[in-house]
C-alpha cells in the first residue's frame, strides 16, 4: 500500500480530511481489499482507545492545588506548612482538613474528558455510548481514605474497580439487594496482591495503603437488582452508595 | 486576589481532569500524575502574566503537563518491568473481568511506546488535539506528527493483537 493511502486512512480518523480527500479516500477503499484491511485495522486501534474510562482526579487534589496557589490568610500557617512536601505526602492531611464531614458522592465518567463538572445528585447513568465501559464511582475523600470505587459492567458481569489509598487499614463490603453476591475472585490492577472474604450476604475486603484492584462478579441476572457498596474504618461506617441495575441494563444511582 | 482566585478556580474547573488524565495515559501512576497535574497549575499560575493570549490557552497547559510527565518519566527509577502491571492472576475465568483488564491491556500498550509515540497518542486520542495542535504543543512539524502517530498506531496494533492471540 502507498503512503499515500496510508495517509489518508489515519486522517480521516482524526477528521483531518477535506472533501477531496475524502472522496479520494472512498474510491481507493472501494478498489483496493488490503486498503480495507488497514482501514479497519486503524478502527479497532482508534476504537479501543476511545473504550478506555477516564481516570477522575484524586478529591482534594483541586483544594490542594489552590491552597498552594492562592493560600487563604485564616488558614495560611497549616496549608503552608503541608505545601513544602509533594502532594502525595500531604494530601491526606488536607483531606481532613477539608473533610469536616464525610464527603461522598457518585459521579458518572464518561470517556468526554472535556465535559463540565456535573451535579451528582442529577446523575441517572445509562450504558449509551460506552456500552460494556461506563463506570459509575464513590470518589470518597473521608481523612485517611481517598480514591474511588467504581462499578463497570460488561459482557460477562460486573467488576467492581477499587482505587482507594488508605493511611490505615479499611474494610470494603459488596452486597447485592438482598442476594449473595458470587464473585469470581479479584484482580490486581497496579500493587500487591489483595484478599477477600465471603461473608453470608457478599464479599469483604481488608485494604491497607494504596491499592488498586478490581472485584469481579460472576454473570448474574442483576436485572433490577441493586448493589450496595460500604466503607468501614473499624467497626464505622465512613462511606456507602447504592447502585440499581435496571432490566435494561442500565446503571442507576440508587 | 479574589478575582486571582475566581480565574484560577476557573481554570481548574476546566482543565484539571483533562491534564490530570494526560498525566495517567503518560505515567500511569496515580500519585505521580497528581503530582504532574499540581506542578502544571503551579506553574501556569506562575507565568500566566507572561502567557501570549494570540495562543490558545490549551496549548501552552498541555505543553506543560507533557513536559512535566515527560520530566518524571525521566526520573523514575523504582518501576517494576511493565509486565508486571495489569497482571490478572487472579482466581477464576479471565474473560470474566472484561472491562477492568481490556483497560489495563491497552495501557499496557501505550506505556511500551516510547514518551515520544505516548505523547502523540495522548494528545490525540485523549483530548481530541488537531495535527497542528499537537505539532504546537510539541515543537515538531505536523509532517512528524502524523509519522509519529502512524508509527504509534501500527505498535499498538501489533501488541494489541499479541495480547489476543497470547489470550489474555
Known amino acids: 500500500m502507498d503512503q499515500r493511502t496510508l495517509e489518508l486512512i489515519h486522517a480521516s480518523l482524526d477528521g483531518e480530511l477535506n472533501t477531496a480527500d475524502s472522496l479520494d479516500l472512498q474510491r481507493l477503499l472501494a478498489e483496493s481489499a488490503e486498503a480495507r484491511r488497514e482501514h479497519e485495522r486503524a478502527q479497532a486501534i482508534d476504537k479501543a482507545l476511545a473504550s478506555l474510562a477516564v481516570h477522575e482526579p484524586p478529591p482534594g487534589l483541586r483544594d490542594a492545588i489552590l491552597a498552594r496557589a492562592l493560600p487563604r490568610p485564616a488558614t495560611a500557617p497549616a496549608r503552608q506548612a503541608s505545601s513544602a512536601a509533594p502532594l502525595r505526602r500531604t ?38 455510548r460506552h456500552a460494556g465501559a461506563v463506570p459509575h464511582a464513590i470518589s470518597m475523600d473521608e481523612g485517611a481514605v481517598s480514591g474511588a470505587v467504581r462499578l463497570h459492567r460488561g459482557e460477562h458481569g460486573l467488576v467492581i474497580e477499587v482505587d482507594l489509598d488508605s493511611s490505615k487499614p479499611i474494610t470494603l463490603v459488596a452486597r447485592a439487594g438482598g442476594d449473595p453476591l458470587e464473585f469470581e475472585g479479584i484482580v490486581p490492577l497496579a500493587g500487591s496482591p489483595v484478599g477477600a ?42 462511606g456507602e452508595t447504592g447502585l440499581k441495575v435496571s432490566a435494561d441494563g442500565a446503571l442507576r444511582k440508587k | 486576589m479574589t478575582g486571582d482566585r475566581v480565574a484560577f478556580e476557573t481554570l481548574l474547573t476546566r482543565y484539571q481532569r483533562t491534564i490530570f488524565n494526560i498525566a495517567m495515559r503518560m505515567l500511569r501512576h496515580r500519585d505521580d500524575a497528581r503530582d504532574v497535574t499540581q506542578t502544571t497549575f503551579l506553574r501556569v499560575f506562575e507565568k500566566l502574566d507572561q502567557f501570549d493570549f494570540n495562543y490558545k490557552f490549551y496549548s501552552w497547559i498541555y ?37 477492568a483488564q481490556r483497560d489495563a491491556r491497552i495501557q499496557d500498550a501505550i506505556m511500551r511506546l ?26 515538531i512539524p505536523e509532517k512528524t506528527v502524523k509519522s509519529r502517530l502512524f508509527t504509534a498506531r501500527q505498535a499498538l496494533g501489533e501488541r494489541l493483537a499479541a495480547d489476543r492471540e497470547g489470550g489474555v
Open chain 2, 63 to 99: 505543553r506543560i503537563a507533557i513536559n512535566e510527565s515527560i520530566n518524571t518519566l525521566n526520573g523514575r527509577q523504582r518501576f517494576a518491568p511493565l509486565d508486571d502491571e495489569g497482571v490478572d492472576e487472579g482466581p477464576g475465568p479471565r474473560e470474566a473481568c472484561d472491562v
Open chain 1, 197 to 238: 472474604t465471603r461473608i453470608e450476604d457478599g464479599i469483604r475486603v481488608v485494604h491497607d495503603g494504596n491499592q488498586h484492584y478490581a472485584i469481579v462478579l460472576r454473570q448474574h441476572d442483576f436485572g433490577g437488582s441493586t448493589i450496595n457498596l460500604a466503607v468501614f474504618d473499624g467497626d464505622r461506617l465512613i
Open chain 1, 91 to 128: 494530601g491526606l492531611g488536607i483531606a481532613a482538613a477539608i473533610a469536616a464531614s464525610a464527603a461522598l458522592v457518585v459521579v458518572l465518567l464518561t470517556n468526554d474528558a472535556q465535559l463540565p463538572e456535573l451535579d451528582p445528585s442529577a446523575l441517572a447513568g445509562t450504558i449509551g
Open chain 2, 114 to 139: 516510547s514518551p515520544d509515540h505516548r505523547a502523540v497518542i495522548t494528545l490525540r486520542h485523549f483530548t481530541e488535539c488537531s495535527y497542528q495542535d499537537i505539532a504546537a504543543i510539541l515543537g
